[in-house]
């Protein structure tokens, strides 16, 4: 797909210790996102990125920071990873204009 | 704001039926829409895109009309096989690109 690479693919922590997802993409694509995807609940938007050192916040974004410190990194961080954190984590990166997203494999998170 | 509705599931369909998976969509202007298809354990892939009305997007024997008159971007296929089985996603981009919005998904299962 578009040289989107999540890591790492599956992560069992415990509640209360700091968690870090990375997002690696050779597009070179501008805007970049992270979402969690749970059942009942589609897709959602946890934060993206629309440069380097720009980013916004989505609509889950209470519990999570980014970065961005170049181009093809995006990093998501959960500074103390609660149960309710557990679930399966999407980075995506976008091109200019109406480009669709294209999407990494995902990252499995369980908090236990 | 700008949203995705699109038909809930399960489907579960027999080798060689027609699919449709309703998506209707509010907007704002000249949005572009998609369909994504997610299989077990991977991320969403592109499966077809159109940008504006009267358009239509096909692959891979899917395909789908941006209706701007019934904002609608229904998904179908003529004849499914076993191998379509996965979850389905309509999606919206507003006319800048930037924002995106996802539809809850629409799980597929096709049987021999």
């Known amino acids: 797909d578009a040289g989107i690479t999540q890591s790492p693919r599956h992560k069992v922590t415990e509640t209360g210790t700091p968690v870090t997802l990375r997002c690696h993409q050779t597009?070179?694509?501008?805007?970049m996102y992270w979402y969690r995807q749970d059942p009942g609940h589609g897709l959602r938007l946890i934060h993206y990125?629309?440069?380097?050192?720009?980013?916004d916040k989505g609509e889950v974004s209470d519990g999570y920071s980014v970065s961005r410190s170049k181009t093809e990194d995006f990093l998501l961080t959960l500074e103390s990873a609660t149960s309710s954190q557990t679930s399966v984590y999407f980075c995506a990166t976008r091109g200019e204009g109406t480009q669709p997203q294209h999407f990494g494999d995902g990252t499995r998170l369980s908090i236990l | 704001g700008d949203s995705v509705t699109q038909m809930e599931g399960p489907v579960t369909l027999s080798e060689e039926a027609f699919l449709t998976i309703n998506c209707t969509y509010t907007?704002?202007?000249?949005?572009?829409l998609f369909w994504y298809v997610q299989y077990p354990g991977e991320g969403l892939q592109l499966l077809l895109k159109?940008?504006?009305?009267?358009d239509k997007g096909s692959n891979k024997g899917f395909e789908a009309t941006y209706r701007k008159e019934t904002t609608s971007f229904h998904l179908e296929k003529g004849s499914v096989q076993v191998s379509d089985s996965a979850v389905y996603f309509c999606?919206?981009?507003?006319?800048?690109?930037?924002?995106?919005?996802f539809g809850t998904g629409t799980s597929l299962t096709v049987i021999p």
């Open positions: 990125s629309y440069g380097v050192k720009d980013t």
């Open positions: 999606a919206l981009s507003d006319q800048t690109g930037n924002q995106f919005y």
């Open positions: 907007a704002t202007g000249y949005p572009s």
């Open positions: 597009e070179n694509h501008r805007y």
């Open positions: 159109a940008t504006k009305a009267d």
